[in-house]
């Protein structure tokens, strides 16, 4: 009776402990914002851009961006998961002021959509 309840014990374990690693990797595949995204900003031969975004998991998109004379950061960004709606106030890092506005969309690693602000046009950037 004892090695019975001794192997289920066991099982229950290995169960529970892969159960865990599932829900830990379906929580990854469901941020398709969080990490570093490359591309151009505004018309072509634009300005070439580097982000680093973190999603908070609800709607908040925080993050940087490297390419501009100054170093920039995201003043206000939203990520909607349901229809992949981004957008995202951009600044310089220290100062209030947003600069840029990219209002566009998510889908499978790429982003697009329109700039506006100090610049207009469009924009792409792709997930590494």
Known sequence: MTRRWF????CVLLSAT???????NDKAKADPVSGTWTGELAPPGGVQVTMVLKFDGKRAVSGTVAGFP??????????DPKTGALKLQLGKVGDGAVLLT???????GT?????????SGE???KKK
């Open 70 to 79: 100054n170093p920039g950061e995201v003043k206000s960004g939203t990520f």
């Open 18 to 24: 892969s159960m865990f690693a599932q829900s830990k």
């Open 123 to 125: 924009f792409t950037i």
């Open 7 to 10: 192997v289920m014990a066991c």
């Open 111 to 119: 982003a697009t959509g329109r700039v506006t602000g100090e610049v």
């Open 102 to 108: 990219l209002d566009g969309t998510v889908a499978k």
